[in-house]
């Protein structure tokens, strides 16, 4: 079968591919795009990738990733930093900073506990949390994992782990408004705003 296109494009079209949402067909569409606005749109994705690939971080403080450590959340002066808010994944704290709402810290566990995975409090960010509080003036945690078995098993661990501290906070839950099953990065602005001003206490 002949070839329509190079070596160099299918490897383009290739590693499209492997991003989330873009099958073989969507990026062969994405790939031919880029190449049609080569000079507007193709250089200057290809010069931000090569950037950001050099200077990208993983925040030591709160596991957020960004150009620099600290991230922009941890020295954000603006920031409620008497509130930590707990999320799975990156793509939660930028999915709950998106709407604007929570104006406090974050903190990144990187994934949930999952016995069936092998996934243990060892592999999770949690010391560095429990250090956090303890050397902080942190007056509530809130607690906003996914709304599945994994994610609200995490979070009545943490709840104990936090208490066992026996510090003065409240730890509290996103509200009942994220759907079982549901995913935060997943959800919209509004429905993201209600949970967390909804939010209850879990301990």
């Not at 200057?44 to 990208?56: I, M």
């Not at 003065?168 to 996103?174: C, G, N």
Request: with cysteine.
């Amino acid at each position: 079968m002949p070839r329509s296109h190079g070596s160099d494009i299918d490897t383009l079209i290739q590693l499209l591919a492997k991003l989330p949402g873009l099958g073989p067909r969507s990026a062969r569409r994405a790939v031919l795009q880029l190449l049609k606005k080569k000079d507007s749109v193709m250089v200057p994705l290809a010069n931000a990738l090569d950037d950001v690939a050099d200077r990208v971080r993983i925040c030591a403080t709160c596991g957020n990733i960004d150009t620099s450590d600290p991230c922009h959340v941890c020295i954000d002066n603006r920031r409620d930093r008497t509130t930590i808010c707990v999320v799975e994944d990156v793509a939660d704290l930028w999915a709950l900073d998106r709407s604007e709402t929570f104006k406090g810290l974050y903190h990144v566990l990187g994934g949930t506990l999952s016995a069936l995975d092998g996934v243990g409090p060892d592999e999770l960010n949690i010391a560095p949390l429990i250090a956090r509080v303890e050397r902080g003036d942190v007056q509530e945690v809130i607690l906003a994992l996914n709304a599945t078995v994994d994610g609200q098993t995490t979070s009545h661990y943490l709840a104990e782990r936090l208490a066992d501290t026996g510090l003065d906070m409240r730890i509290t839950a996103l509200a009942h408004g994220v759907p079982v099953g549901g995913e935060l990065d997943y959800l919209d602005d509004g429905t993201l705003a209600a949970a967390l001003k909804a939010r209850g206490s879990v301990a």
